[in-house]
């Protein structure tokens, strides 16, 4: 369980762009949040995640008492690893998916 200040579970949990984005070049992540996290590892390369965000920013930021929802699932072998992300923006109605 997190409570605080962090960067969003949308980027955290798949790593952000991993070895695919030159950070420097192309701005990635690293938009943080106020946010409730929960995150649950079963042990067995499967894990998974929910989080309730504030947002950030002018655009980002929540402007009603419905936090931003991102959730999670994840299985990681031996080979690497598989992850799938979606996000719901309270704010604007819609639906990011990452996978």
């Known amino acids: ?56 920013g002018v655009v980002g930021t929540i402007d009603s008492y419905v936090p931003h929802v991102v959730g999670g699932l994840k299985y990681k072998g031996d080979w690497g690893a598989i992850t799938g992300v979606v996000a719901y923006d309270s704010d604007f109605f819609v639906v990011a998916v990452i996978g």
């Not at 409570?3 to 990635?28: R, S, W």
Request: hydrophobic share 35%.
């Open 1 to 56: 369980l997190r409570v605080g200040k962090d960067d969003t579970a949308f980027d955290t949990f798949i790593g952000y762009a991993g070895n695919v984005i030159q950070d420097t070049l192309v701005p990635y992540g690293g938009q943080e949040s106020n946010v409730v996290q929960y995150y649950f590892d079963a042990g067995n390369g499967f894990s998974g995640m929910v989080s309730l965000e504030e947002g950030a």
